[in-house]
């Protein structure tokens, strides 16, 4: 391909001292010292977060306090960086949130490795994993940004639960409690 | 299957032909053509229940005459099918000459999406909580059948769930689709009727009998063929979703019947072992107690260190102090394992071989408890029979292990080496040990280990592969699982460096590869064998040298003692 050499017109007097540049800058940058404000005095000022945002994943109770997670590890098997790790356990027969059966041990979430993509919440059938609003996760050691359970559910705290599954399936067993004949 | 050639009859899955012996059922004449038809009730090794009603098909028969019995053809120069009017159930429908079924037709698709939907009526729908989610048939199905939205109104059956049935089994009576496979394992194969149907209608429910339970030893079984997630198993109950688990054929070595097993692994870690169908070695069971042995990976006692009198070192250092220990004694005595490999055992040979002393003795350590006529033999070991067909020992005389302790008193041995075998089995006490080298390779501490002259970690049979001669003389073999601990070779490769170090290198390179292309030169048996090309159901090699040796086996699922 041939190629075409581009003549370029030689800079004249004025655009070689740069002077008159400058000052056109200068008079951009007085302007706005009486115009409308655009930034932010960030961290005394936070900017709002829209609905939908996706910040740091956590972990949320429902408005009973019982955690919503049950260990299934869909979001593990989602998640494209794994960067989440569950170790599932069992919930005691004696408490009070027995017939959920099962709930994680341990649930690990490696902030170094997450994308904010979102997956594990939409692959949540629980609704237990939420990405909030926390946009700004920083430490001075790298243990301290992989999540633990007890981390995650500081950050996620509780969330509106519509449904209730969980409650209706306790209420449907109390009632069935005195046998069906 | 050939003897029986001129007996297979055809029969006609949607349209495609497949010959099979009168009597087959359709869902196996169905598989046999590549179509699958999905079933719950229905089990290969089971009784014919059906009464879960997934399999139903149309079913047409050839049109004859009925007075001249002659064939009925139609305008096309083909005989007629005479198609029934209803669906029948496949798996109760035994192939007879020229049968026709259809499985993809609309009264097919409908009959799979009416039963589908029944039984998703009362299903709680817990996958989430649920371990058979990932192999759950209730869930393919409806997947394939279902119609992802439930049109039921009413308030769901609720029934008892985490119910303990057994030590090791848990009852979820909610996901229960009544299909009566545990029901039938338990009085066909385990025989120990435990379980039954009580209640009537939408309230049935699977328990057991009034004070009994599912406690015998193939209970766990119930919960493997438990098409759903009603029975679940207590030892792998909420360890991992069965979907990042990694599946590596095994065998057990619980005994000398070779159950074939998978072994479910995820990131080096074994969750849980499940039986492997084989048609001539255990069907599709397996025993509890098998099911348990990989806890001795992880287990306290687990070796993973090469020592010399207590001293950590590295595999070559002890490798080479090893060599010139054998090479400076004047009596070896070798007590061999029926827990190696064949591979191991032969190397083990070669290396009885290469020691120079002047006395030289080999055992193989016999391990002998009582059969329980089903997947347990009197041989608790998997691989006595590898140790004959390889050469290691001569016959079963060379298990009696009564002559080394007198010849460690008369001074005529002064080093003793055991292979995951425990000396005071032996009959060798401490003070035996004292007076004599030991070494002790291993993959578990035993309480003798610690008057161990030099010390060789082992690999277990989840860690390494190899393959071993169940009591049938069927050459199986097993891979590997999970990596063993840093630092430790693998027995076989321990062995041939050992071998090489002594000056007697019986193979050249590295790998069961090289093994095999000299052990199947030598040994009759094996001849044009190799590790790679065992089958996965394993071969049976000749072993009618052995014919008149007196093996201790009774009678198992698969297996008569010939001589009795």
Redesign the interface.
């Given at each position: 391909m041939a190629t075409k050499i581009l003549e370029r017109k030689p800079l004249t007097l004025a655009e070689r001292t740069y002077l008159p540049q400058i000052a056109a800058g200068l008079w951009v940058t007085f302007r706005k010292m009486f115009g409308r404000r655009v930034t932010l005095e960030y961290p005394e000022q936070k900017p709002p977060i829209p609905r939908g945002y996706r910040g740091v994943p956590t972990l949320v109770k429902d408005p009973n306090g019982r955690e919503k997670c049950?260990?299934?590890?869909?979001c593990?098997?989602v998640c494209p960086p794994k960067a989440i790790r569950i170790t599932?356990?069992?919930i005691p027969?004696d408490s009070a949130t027995?017939?959920?059966?099962?709930a994680p041990k341990d649930f690990e979430l490696n902030m170094l490795r997450c994308i904010y993509c979102g997956l594990c919440e939409e692959a949540c059938?629980?609704r237990a994993i939420v990405l909030q609003n926390v946009y700004s996760l920083n430490a001075a050691t790298r243990e301290e940004v992989v999540l633990h359970k007890d981390k995650l559910y500081e950050l996620g705290g509780t969330l509106p639960d519509k449904i209730m599954k969980w409650d209706k399936?306790k209420a449907?067993?109390d009632?069935?409690a005195g046998g069906?004949h | 299957m050939a003897e029986n050639a001129d007996k297979l009859i055809s029969v006609f899955i949607d349209g495609i032909e497949v010959k099979v012996l009168p009597g087959t059922n359709m869902i196996e004449a169905a598989r046999k053509a590549g179509v699958q038809i999905p079933h719950y009730c229905y089990h290969r090794h089971l009784s014919v229940a059906g009464n879960c009603r997934m399999c139903l098909v149309e079913m047409g028969t050839p049109a004859f005459d009925r007075v001249t019995k002659a064939p009925v053809m139609g305008p096309d120069g083909k005989q007629v099918i005479q198609w029934m009017p209803k669906p029948v159930i496949a798996c109760a429908t035994n192939a007879t000459p020229g049968l026709h079924i259809r499985t993809t037709t609309k009264l097919v698709k409908d009959c799979r999406e009416g039963v589908e939907e029944f039984l998703l009526v009362n299903h709680p729908l817990d996958c989430p909580i649920c371990d058979q989610a990932g192999e759950c048939h209730l869930q393919e199905y409806a997947h394939q059948y279902g119609r992802g939205y439930s049109r039921y109104v009413e308030e769901k059956n609720v029934k008892p769930k985490r119910k303990m049935i057994g030590p090791r089994v848990i009852l979820d009576n909610e996901r229960c689709i009544l299909c009566g496979r545990c029901v039938r394992f338990c009085k066909e194969i385990a025989k120990d009727e435990v379980l039954g149907f009580t209640e009537r209608g939408s309230h049935s429910s699977i328990d057991c009998f009034p004070g009994k339970t599912l406690s015998n030893n193939y209970s766990v079984n119930v919960v493997d063929i438990c098409p759903v997630g009603a029975l679940t198993s207590v030892d792998f109950r909420f360890k991992m979703r069965t979907w990042f688990l990694k599946e590596t054929p095994s065998i057990s070595t619980e005994s000398s019947v070779g159950v074939n097993t998978t072994i479910w692994s995820r990131e080096g870690t074994i969750y849980r072992i499940t039986p492997r169908r084989n048609e001539a070695v255990n069907d599709s069971w397996m025993s509890d107690t098998a099911r348990d042995l990989y806890k001795a990976v992880a287990a306290e006692n687990r070796t993973s260190a090469y020592a010399i009198e207590g001293r950590p070192v590295k595999s070559d250092e002890a490798l080479k102090a090893l060599a010139a220990l054998l090479k400076a004694s004047k009596g070896v005595a070798l007590i061999a394992s029926a827990f190696s490999s064949v591979e191991e055992q032969w190397l083990l040979k070669k290396l009885a071989q290469a020691i120079p002393a002047a006395k030289k003795l080999v055992y193989v350590a016999p391990h002998y408890a009582e059969g329980d006529g089903l997947l347990i033999s009197a041989d608790r070991t998997p691989n006595l029979r590898g140790a004959l067909v390889t050469g290691l020992i001569k016959g079963l005389a060379q298990t009696d292990m009564s002559s080394l302790k007198a010849a460690v008193d008369a001074g005529e041995v002064d080093t003793v080496l055991s292979v995951n075998e425990s000396v005071t089995s032996a009959g060798l006490g401490i003070e035996d040990l004292k007076k004599i080298k030991y070494v002790s390779l291993g993959t578990h501490f035993y309480q003798t280990s610690q008057y161990a002259a030099i010390e060789i970690p082992l690999l277990t049979v989840f860690e390494r592969e190899g393959s071993f001669v169940n009591q049938q003389w069927r050459l199986q073999k097993f891979a590997k699982a999970v990596p063993g601990p840093a630092g430790v070779l693998a027995d076989a490769d321990f062995f041939a460096a050992l071998l090489a170090a002594m000056g007697s290198p019986a193979t050249r390179g590295g790998g069961l590869a090289a093994v095999w292309a000299a052990l199947s030169a030598e040994v009759a048996p094996l001849k044009d064998q190799s590790y790679a090309k065992i089958p996965a159901e394993g071969v049976v090699i000749d072993g009618s040298a052995f014919a008149n040796e007196k093996f201790r086996e009774g009678k198992t699922l698969h297996y008569a003692p010939a001589n009795a």
């Open positions: 049950v260990s299934c590890q869909l593990e098997f599932p356990g069992e027969a027995a017939h959920v059966e099962k059938p629980e399936k449907a067993a009632k069935a069906h | -």
